[in-house]
């Protein structure tokens, strides 16, 4: 083993092994002739022999060597382990690039990756479309490894009552999401998302999620179905049953409608500032489907008459009729207002045609975002028409 002191010995020599530079400093010359500089040592930490490399000599000349070997040669007499210590500072490093990755940029790759995989092409905007709507307004823009169990439930709790099945899958797809940036080095740690042994120490069970509210939300799988049943029934409270849910609106949204409201040559219903939640007059865009259900009332249509009317004269329907002919149907323990939330979960597996501004406002509800409520133009009225045709064709 040649002992090289100079640049130029270390330039020019061949020999195929190891050349000692400086104590524990090494020049590694392989058969092919490339050369790279090791650090050999003793590790304070394990008592055991250990090589270090520091690089090629075409990157790192002897003088940067050498500096390096001392530091090296520093933190083994302070009781380091210079390989261990590099370890330290590379994941130093990745976690503070972690903190660069927001956790919507780690589920747009997390997505990307996992999409060759699925047989169903609607699952990676499925994904996209219920994280968008319950994740990314809660933690969308923060680090990944910002994610902590508060923010996790942030997002899931409010649904994990009235949309169960909805909320379930929101929370696999962030932990899947998490587990993704764990795999890359963006996050060390315990998922926050976990159901086993961390969540179900918090959250409700399922099954007693659903016996508590008695499936409030007809699925929106079986909602086809439920439609045949409902247009086997006559009468008034049928009629406006099938109408809320087809314009996905608010049970006494449609018991208050009358004919002024109604546009039938535009096919457009717009409901007055003072009966909306929001205080805030709503266009809604009437589907074939809504059209035929207003063209078949026989009533005189003067424009102060209730759409609906009620078993008494120039009366709309009562508050519980609707409810009351869930309960005649016998088809589940449903609630009128539960349609709401089974349009909303169609449209965020669904329709991933349609962003979720667009479902939003079909909705009616208030952005809390007060920056997203600033750039919003106007109620894309013609989008949320193609938006209620697409879910009337689902209904069938």
């Known amino acids: 083993m040649a002992f090289l002191k100079s640049a130029r010995g270390v330039e020019t020599v061949t020999d195929v092994g190891y050349h000692r530079c400086d104590p524990g400093l090494y020049l590694q010359v392989a058969s092919g002739g490339t050369k790279s500089w090791l650090f050999r040592y003793k590790s304070p930490v394990t008592a055991k022999q250990r090589e270090m490399g520091l690089g090629a000599l075409s990157l790192v000349s002897l003088a940067v060597a050498r500096d390096m070997a001392l530091e090296c040669r520093r ?5 380091l382990d210079p390989l261990e210590e590099r370890e330290k500072v590379k994941r130093a490093r990745q976690l503070e ?61 409010p649904i994990w009552i009235s949309k169960a099945e909805t909320a379930s899958r929101v929370r696999q797809r962030i932990e899947t999401v998490w587990y993704w940036a764990r795999a890359r080095k963006y996050v060390e740690g315990e998922n926050p998302a976990r159901l086993r042994g961390h969540l179900d120490k918090i959250l409700a069970k399922t099954a007693k999620v659903k016996r508590v509210k008695h499936h409030a939300a007809v699925p929106y799988k079986q909602i086809a179905t439920f439609i045949i ?51 805030r007059e709503h266009r809604v865009p009437l589907c074939n489907r809504a059209m035929e259900i207003l063209n078949s009332m026989k009533s005189n ?40 939330s089974t349009f909303r979960d169609w449209a965020a597996e669904e329709a991933h045609q349609f962003s979720n501004e667009t ?29 209620m045709g697409a879910w009337s064709e689902y209904i069938g």
């Open 301 to 340: 249509r003067n424009p102060d008459d209730f759409v609906f009317s009620g078993w008494k004269a120039g009366t709309g329907l009562s508050d519980g009729a609707m409810l009351a002919l869930l309960r005649k149907m016998d088809v589940g323990p449903y609630t009128p207002h539960g349609f709401r």
């Open 229 to 279: 049943k409902l247009r086997g029934r006559k009468g008034s409270s049928a009629l406006a049953m099938e109408f809320m849910i087809l314009t996905a609106a608010r049970t006494g949204e449609v018991r208050g409608a009358r004919w002024q409201e109604i546009d039938l040559t535009t096919k457009v219903w717009t409901i007055p500032a003072d009966r909306m939640k929001a205080g």
């Open 359 to 387: 479902i939003e406002l079909a909705l009616a509800h208030t952005i809390r975002n007060k920056a997203e409520a600033a750039y919003r133009r106007g109620d894309q009225l013609e989008r949320r028409r193609e938006l």
């Open 75 to 79: 933190q083994v007499l302070s009781g």
């Open 97 to 157: 690039q972690a903190r660069s990755i927001t956790f919507q940029e780690a589920a747009e790759q997390c997505i990307a990756s996992k999409k060759p995989e699925w047989k169903n092409a609607k699952h990676a905007q499925q994904w996209a479309n219920s994280l968008t709507t319950y994740a990314y307004p809660v933690f969308g823009n923060l680090s990944v490894s910002d994610l902590d169990t508060d923010l996790v439930l942030k997002a899931i709790e």
